[in-house]
């Protein structure tokens, strides 16, 4: 890849930031705000990026130095960059001396995550997410060196304390000395919201890129062109919004937002798309029947919970329609539909429950779920953790009941709303979802 180069100088650079989960989405998102700010000459935040189970990813990067292109687009338009923020990284490997390097960098200021929220729940094997990061964070510990304020970059509410949660429980079940489990629970793990749109990259856009462009690129990023980080006041030395990281004391109002008017909104036209035969969740879009029923969903969503100060809920909304219906980016709907059991809790359980104690409308949140149920039930396929439970259970005689009790499934719907869950997913039977869609 002689094709990439970096604007500024990468060689003997300490490492400012480790991340664990090199996928699409950290590339096309925090990466990005990393190599802004070395663009900018705002200090050491260079990366090591850490893959937690797939060589292929760090192999590929290492290939081309680690240098990758994001290509933001929208209609037309495309706006390619060389991002060249991750410095170095490799497969999860304790003994690794770069690792080992980095986790006693000098420079190191954060840690961050993305390992998609379903390996928060993970177990006590020790490859699990808070086992290894646990490890990395020992080398630090050992080597006495400040802590790194650690942050999650996942779709989960109050994914810093949630974060910070699993780890102290792994490091106790684990037995590990008390003074490090002290200084764990020392560590600043501020809740942050991410957002950007960043869908695993097809071999047609890298086909197509390198037509348009005359090079090719085998770690492309294919993005929109909006993206946006908020983060809790936590205690650090360094401005974080010199990077264009918003910094709020609601955090947790801004993940409500966009977990449930963003994601509820995007997981919903999957479902609706993988039982419509539909592969691209934009396609939903242009159908007009299902572009006003997530208009009018994301009002009854928009009543679950208090927007951020000075946020326009509608204004959001229709953002967000805006961003889903991109077609120059093509996210699979079959992407978004897996892992429903880890996303749709707080996409859309939750604010079903708030909104039957707020006694508001929630019959569009409940046709929602409902057509999550319908796809469990169908021959498509299903990736997800509790995979198996749930189909068997969809296809039981009650299942709503069934599902929302499957072991391992958090904040289920309450029981008083099974009904009318169960009153949409009878109907799916006998009705196509548009015409149920387009009926309210
Ligand atoms: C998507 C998200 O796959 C999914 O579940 O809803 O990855 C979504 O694209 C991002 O959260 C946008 O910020």
Same mark, same amino acid.
């Given at each position: ?10 060689? +003997? ?14 590339r ?16 050491? #935040?260079?990366i090591y990026?850490i ?7 760090t $192999?590929l ?11 933001e ?15 170095? +990284?490799?497969l999860?490997? %304790? ?14 200021k ?11 729940l993970?177990?006590?094997?020790s ?5 290894r990061i646990?490890?990395? !964070?020992?080398?630090?510990y ?5 802590a ?27 037995? %590990?000395?008390?003074?490090?489990q002290? #200084?764990?629970a020392?560590?600043?793990t501020?809740n942050s919201m991410? $957002?950007?749109?960043?869908p695993?990259?097809t ?10 462009? +005359?090079y090719? $690129? *085998? ?9 946006? #980080? ?7 030395t360094?401005n974080?919004t010199k990077? +264009?990281? *918003? ?8 993940e ?5 008017l ?16 539909? *592969?691209y969740?934009?396609?939903?879009m242009?159908?007009?029947?299902w ?19 000075g ?9 967000a ?10 996210h699979r709907s079959?992407?978004?539909? =897996? ?9 859309l ?7 039957a ?13 409902a !057509? #999550? ?7 498509? =396929?299903l ?5 198996d ?10 299942p ?6 499957t072991?391992? !499934?958090? $904040? ?6 099974w ?9 799916? *039977?006998n009705?196509?979802?548009?015409? =149920?869609?387009?009926?309210?």
């Amino acid at each position: 890849m002689t094709t990439l180069i970096s604007p500024y100088q990468r060689i +003997g650079r300490d490492i400012g930031v480790i991340h664990f989960g090199l996928g699409a989405f950290h590339r096309g998102h925090q990466a990005v705000y990393f190599d802004d700010a070395l663009r900018n000459g705002l200090g050491e #935040w260079g990366i090591y990026g850490i893959s937690p189970r797939n060589a292929a990813v760090t $192999d590929l990067l290492r290939r081309q130095n680690f240098l990758f292109t994001v290509n933001e687009r929208q209609g037309n338009q495309q706006n390619p960059k060389v991002v060249s923020s991750i410095l170095n +990284g490799a497969l999860f490997d %304790l003994e690794h001396p770069d690792l080992i390097l980095a986790a006693k960098s000098p420079e190191l200021k954060m840690m961050t995550l993305t390992v998609t929220e379903k390996s928060y729940l993970s177990g006590a094997e020790s490859s699990s997410m808070p086992n290894r990061i646990l490890d990395i !964070l020992e080398i630090r510990y050992r080597a006495e060196l400040p802590a790194p304020t650690l942050i999650s970059c996942d779709n989960l509410p109050e994914n810093g304390s949630f974060l910070r949660n699993v780890l102290l429980q792994s490091a106790s079940q684990r037995n %590990l000395d008390q003074d490090f489990q002290n #200084w764990l629970a020392e560590l600043s793990t501020p809740n942050s919201m991410v $957002d950007r749109i960043v869908p695993a990259i097809t071999s047609d856009s890298i086909n197509q890129f390198e037509k348009d462009f +005359g090079y090719r $690129d *085998e770690s492309l990023i294919s993005t929109e062109p909006f993206r946006q #980080w908020v983060v809790a006041p936590h205690a650090t030395t360094y401005n974080l919004t010199k990077l +264009g990281i *918003e910094v709020a004391d609601d955090v947790a109002a801004y993940e409500q937002l966009k977990l449930r008017l963003f994601n509820g909104a995007h997981s919903s036209t999957a479902y609706f798309s993988q039982l419509s035969n539909v *592969e691209y969740v934009y396609q939903a879009m242009q159908i007009p029947q299902w572009e006003s029923f997530i208009s009018e969903l994301q009002s009854e969503l928009s009543k679950s919970f208090v927007a951020p100060v000075g946020v326009d809920v509608a204004s959001y909304s229709a953002t967000a329609r805006f961003r889903i219906a991109n077609s120059a980016v093509a996210h699979r709907s079959a992407q978004i539909a =897996m892992d429903g059991s880890a996303k749709l809790p707080q996409r859309l359980f939750k604010a079903m429950n708030s909104l039957a104690l707020l006694e508001q409308s929630r019959e569009r949140v409940a046709f929602a779920i409902a !057509l #999550w149920m319908r796809f469990l039930q169908s021959e498509l =396929m299903l990736v997800d953790p509790l995979a198996d439970a749930l189909r068997e259970r969809a296809r039981s005689s009650d299942p709503v009941a069934q599902v929302m009790q499957t072991p391992g !499934l958090r $904040d289920a719907v309450v029981e008083s709303q099974w009904p009318l869950i169960n009153h949409y997913l009878h109907e799916l *039977e006998n009705h196509q979802p548009i015409d =149920m869609a387009a009926n309210f």
